[in-house]
């Protein structure tokens, strides 16, 4: 639907907390990891030995999803050199999903997201599949979007709008596409009839935000009106046709699903970032001296953030102010206070009974949960799909950019993150000499020593930065360097131990700038 697919091009780079996004409350704490020494298998609770996994195994599961994309040099590529991209699942089916894409009409820019889904997969796998095409409807100059209506309406061939950079393991939508279609068509029609003012000149930070600001707003409700519809056709009671309550793409499954989102926005040097949730987006930035620097761009919506949390408090009365947030989770069950789908806490009560009476084959689908409404569910909605956007103008120290799910921060802090993939650019892990400090003992430089090549090890082992940081989040020995039989401990637990010890993990890395290092 309006877009294309470039070709694949293969290679380049990247404290265990509660489980997030689980809808139980309160949730198991994540365990670590404890093997006695000399252990050369283990035993888990299910009773199947698990034998070591040799490197070959290891590097097959870190790399089966990575990715990269080099863009042509010139203005067609915005300031962007490139990207690698990595997905590592822990649920099964995993629940992240990732896109990347290139606008092609109009002003042009490149687009990259993550998307961490929740009580599903099919919310996070809609979001991926259509809000890029929201954001190049948002961003177009409505001269544009009327060539674009014509055409569709004397059923010529349309231009596309994105050209996708996918590994040919992502995922593509299966279904639903006449829909998707018909509502993205909806979008560019209203902005035709209401926007003939937006053609004078307006500053261009301030366009691209409002945009980002309004496609994620009309692609949540549009969800939500696909859901009602869907609903409405229901006759109540009623018996589903075989299959249809476990389609993908069936449009109350979609909205009773949840997604978080963070997208990176490119253009002509100018970086936004459109940010739902708790996904992150960090930027490396090269100081003078040479050392690297972790700029957040964005902020976390939970209870950890206090303006997040006076936000939520602040748009109910004050009799609620015990119950809107509970255990740190929105109503005692969401962690994220903002979401793409999760009708649950937008709908009225009226319309959420329909669905208790007339659908529980969809609600079982999505999960035991959503068999009741939400307690103390007095003044929805609860929450909310309007992004927090952050403008950044591109400088030459600003060298790549880190979006990740909450998989990887669990894992490793920003400045880490920034460090690792900026010493993998530079290569400082082979250049840096060691100096004995005073009072170092011949144990804690043979250490030092082991340490350093097993950076180097790690480093030409993994042409690609995300796979690089996944390598260090799930193998790291606490000294910054990679414990192997730690890391293959970690990538052999069952799917169903898995989940305990760590989220899914999906990370890209933009590389910005000219290659001058």
Same mark, same amino acid.
């Given at each position: ?328 989770? +929105? $109503?005692?069950?969401? &962690?994220?206070?903002?979401?793409? *789908?999760? @009708?649950?806490?937008?709908?009225? %009560?009226? !319309? =959420? #009974? ?114 690089? +940081? $996944?390598?260090?989040? &799930?193998?790291?020995?606490?000294? *910054?360097? @990679?414990?192997?039989?730690?890391? %293959?401990? !970690? =990538? #052999? ?25």
């Amino acid at each position: 639907m309006l877009g294309r697919t470039g070709p694949f091009s293969g290679r380049c780079r990247f404290e265990l907390q509660q489980s997030r996004h689980s809808f139980s409350s309160p949730p198991l704490p994540r365990l670590r990891l404890h093997y006695p020494a000399g252990s050369e298998s283990r035993k888990y609770r299910t009773g199947q030995e698990v034998e070591p996994m040799s490197l070959a195994h290891v590097n097959r599961i870190l790399k089966a999803n990575e990715y990269s994309h080099t863009l042509p040099r010139g203005p067609a590529s915005h300031g962007v050199l490139g990207f690698h991209s990595n997905m590592l699942p822990s649920n099964h089916p995993s629940e992240d999903r990732r896109s990347s894409a290139t606008c092609l009409p109009g002003r042009g820019g490149v687009l990259f997201g993550v998307f961490d889904g929740h009580a599903g997969t099919a919310c996070a796998h809609a979001i991926s599949q259509r809000l890029f095409y929201y954001i190049a409807v948002a961003t177009l100059p409505l001269k544009t979007l009327a060539e674009l209506e014509r055409a569709v309406e004397e059923e010529r061939a349309v231009q596309p709008l994105l050209e996708w950079h996918k590994h040919p393991q992502d995922h593509n939508c299966p279904d639903g596409g006449a829909i998707s279609f018909q509502s993205l068509r909806n979008y560019w029609q209203e902005r035709l009839a209401g926007e003939e003012e937006e053609e004078e000149e307006e500053e261009e930070g301030c366009r691209v935000t409002s945009a980002l600001v309004n496609a994620f707003r009309h692609l949540d409700y549009d969800l939500s009106v696909e859901a009602q519809v869907h609903l409405s056709m229901s006759s109540p009671r009623r018996v589903s046709l075989p299959g249809e309550a476990l389609s993908l793409s069936s449009p109350l499954r979609v909205a009773l699903s949840g997604s978080t989102a963070c997208i990176a926005h490119v253009s002509k040097g100018v970086l936004h970032v459109a940010n739902l949730g708790d996904s992150r987006a960090v930027l490396g930035v090269r100081e003078p001296n040479g050392s690297w620097s972790a700029v957040s761009l964005t902020n976390d919506h939970n209870a950890q953030n206090p303006d997040e949390l006076q936000r939520i408090l602040g748009e109910h009365p004050p009799s609620e102010r015990k119950t809107v947030v509970r255990h740190d989770r +929105l $109503l005692g069950l969401l &962690l994220p206070f903002r979401a793409f *789908g999760d @009708v649950r806490f937008k709908w009225s %009560a009226e !319309m =959420l #009974s329909r669905i208790y009476e007339t659908r529980q084959d969809v609600l079982s689908a999505v999960g035991e949960v959503f068999r009741t409404q939400p307690p103390h569910y007095l003044t929805p909605p609860y929450l909310s799909a309007q992004p927090e956007v952050t403008l950044h103008r591109i400088t030459p120290a600003d060298k790549f950019l880190v979006l990740a799910t909450d998989g990887l921060w669990e894992l490793m802090h920003r400045q880490t993150v920034v460090q690792l993939v900026g010493e993998q650019l530079t290569g400082l892990q082979q250049q840096r000499p060691i100096m004995p400090g005073v009072g170092m003992t011949l144990g804690s430089l043979q250490h030092l020593l082991l340490e350093r090549k097993g950076r180097v090890l790690s480093v030409l082992e993994d042409q690609n930065s995300a796979t690089h +940081l $996944l390598r260090h989040a &799930l193998g790291d020995d606490g000294y *910054g360097a @990679v414990a192997p039989n730690h890391l %293959a401990k !970690m =990538l #052999s637990l069952p799917t169903e131990l898995a989940r305990r010890y760590r989220d899914d993990i999906t990370v890209t890395v933009i590389h910005l700038n000219e290659p001058d290092l």
